[in-house]
């Protein structure tokens, strides 16, 4: 008996060890491979721009990270950051980024899941799920109208809604503002309206308390983005303050006291890149994720479809300024845009779609190369009248060049 046992015992003791050696096997394998897939690539040119920008003072710091067919090709830090406490932190990976407008393609990922769930419709009036939302052409104001900056209320201007008292005012705000034009006959970019807007739909008709809750229910925490947040990050976060405020104070304030639209769905997300560049990735691979769908095909197909496309065409047909741009569902896609401030480059195809944050962020993704690209400086380009847009169009273009190159 104690021989059988004995013999099952170390039956066992080899089968580990073999499997264990396989897996070891494994791991060494994917990693030549992975680090023979790496030497396809060439990024030497986009570093040096980036560095030479860094070394006339035009940013003090930055980070740039590349996704190729949802692995990470390439990821650098440069140069320092504002705490807190202090203005010349080193960039790493840790840091977490106030992300500003790149904040309205998080959001709308999040209510593409929700109008998947049922919880909202497209085309039905914001009155449904906001009823204090009436009046002169707010009664055929849509979600579908305050997701592609047609809403007609750009210039509503609204403070900080970190609070539940603050986001409940700014509703308010929104519904007694008077809507400026027919909503749909034209756009034109609604800074924090209309994303507020369809998230405090979503949220009413989630049950849920606050925005931050439906995020992290149905994306941050399905994606395992935990660093994604619409909240005042923990204490031992670090966070980038952009841009950087003139003095620090003593004690030193929260980090979302420096921010400009601190809680706001169109403006207030504050992550890490690579939590950002996982959001990208599952717009790129039509609600995939890591092997599991979170999202229907043929939601994602209807986000970052241009919705005034038919419009647009006419316009350029009569060889007419189109009175609107090529939006998606949250989404800026890049048709023919030329020299865009958003940052989508020249070499970038038509179909490339993404957004930028102030003139410190961009974020930009290529389905027909089937890659994306997170790019922020951690303070706004100096000197004053620097544009962003030069340097996120080269960036890009330099990107989308290394990718081309790689034959991947």
């Not at 241009?306 to 065409?313: D, F, L, N, R």
């Amino acid at each position: 008996m104690f021989k059988i046992s004995l013999i099952c015992h170390l039956a066992m003791i080899v089968a580990f060890l073999a499997t264990a050696s396989s897996a070891a096997l494994a791991s060494t394998a994917a990693s030549a491979n992975r680090k023979k897939l790496m030497n396809n690539y060439d990024f030497t040119k986009v570093v040096a721009y980036i560095e030479s920008e860094l070394a006339k003072g035009t940013f003090p710091g930055a980070s740039l990270i590349v996704d190729h067919h949802g692995m990470v090709v390439f990821q650098q830090n440069w140069g320092t950051y504002c705490s807190p406490t202090r203005r010349d932190t080193p960039v790493d990976n840790n840091v977490s980024h106030m992300l500003y407008s790149v904040s309205k393609g998080i959001s709308a990922t999040v209510i593409v899941i929700a109008h998947q769930q049922g919880l909202i419709d497209y085309d039905a009036p914001l009155y449904t799920y906001i009823p204090e939302y009436r009046g002169k052409w707010k009664d055929t104001c849509t979600i579908r109208h305050l997701l592609t900056h047609s809403a007609g209320i750009p210039n509503c201007a609204l403070k900080a809604v970190d609070t539940p008292d603050a986001w409940e005012n700014a509703v308010a705000v929104c519904c007694t503002y008077a809507v400026e034009w027919e909503p749909g006959s034209r756009t034109a970019y609604h800074a924090t309206t209309g994303m507020l807007l369809v998230s405090e739909a979503v949220r009413r008709a989630s049950g849920l308390p606050t925005w931050e809750a439906v995020c992290r229910k149905l994306l941050f925490d399905p994606l395992d983005a935990k660093s994604l947040t619409f909240i005042v990050p923990e204490q031992d976060v670090q966070v980038a303050l952009t841009p950087q405020p003139a003095a620090l104070s003593n004690p030193p304030k929260n980090p979302c006291d420096y921010c400009l639209l601190p809680g706001h769905p169109g403006g207030g997300c504050v992550g890490k890149v690579e939590d950002v560049l996982k959001v990208l990735r599952l717009n790129l691979n039509d609600g995939m994720y890591n092997g599991k769908r979170l999202i229907d095909e043929e939601e994602m197909q209807e986000m970052h479809r241009i919705q005034y496309e038919k419009q647009i065409a006419e316009a350029e047909a009569k060889g007419a300024a189109p009175t609107h741009e090529p939006w998606g569902l949250g989404w800026l896609v890049k048709h023919n845009l030329k020299n865009h401030w958003f940052g989508f480059g020249d070499l970038a195809s038509p179909k490339a779609f993404g957004h930028a944050g102030i003139s410190t962020v961009i974020t930009v993704a290529e389905p027909e190369r089937d890659f994306a690209l997170v790019f922020l400086t951690t303070d706004v380009p100096k000197p004053p009248g620097t544009d962003p847009g030069i340097i996120r169009n080269k960036v890009t273009d330099m990107v989308t060049e290394a990718i081309i190159k790689s034959n991947r």
